[in-house]
């Protein structure tokens, strides 16, 4: 997590507020407690806890941070086959190995993905050569295109 950057993900209302929206709105609390970030809303004295989502310093080519959650593509193969989307690549944190992962996930039409939910270090890729098209909060209709 680069500068202690988050966001969180509010499911009830299909969104993702960004760090500086949770710091300046009264509504939205972030807190640490037993060493995890925890993030509430507050709604008529009712406490919500939102899905913190971890910013990594990491550039792209149409971004220069990636946002645990991101789905990400290339042009090249896995990721294209024959100019048809193949796989997609979802930016996953694992708190065990404190490194983020981009998971497999295919995606090509009427194909079954050997590769399917197999995940590799993000440094493993070079990723100038990604785009990110969404995510899998507000867009998970990208993953399941077969």
């Known amino acids: ?4 950057e988050f966001q969180a993900w509010d ?28 993030i509430y809303k507050i709604e008529n004295g009712e406490h919500t806890e939102l899905k913190p989502l971890k910013v990594f310093q990491k550039e792209i080519k149409n971004k220069n941070k990636l946002i645990e959650g991101d789905i990400l593509t290339a042009e090249q193969y896995p990721f294209q086959l024959q100019g048809e989307y193949n796989y ?13 992962f981009l998971t497999l996930r295919c995606v090509g039409k009427g194909k079954r993905g050997i590769s399917d939910y197999v995940s590799s270090p993000l440094m493993d890729y070079d990723l100038l050569e ?8 507000e867009n998970p209709e990208l993953l399941n295109m077969n």
């Open 1 to 4: 997590m680069g500068n202690n």
């Open 11 to 38: 499911e009830e209302f299909n969104k993702i507020y960004d760090g500086t929206e949770i710091e300046n709105r009264e509504d939205l609390i972030a807190c640490l407690s037993h060493g995890k970030l925890r």
């Open 88 to 100: 997609h690549g979802v930016v996953e944190w694992d708190d065990d190995e404190v490194t983020c």
């Open 130 to 137: 990604f785009n990110a098209i969404g995510n899998i909060y």
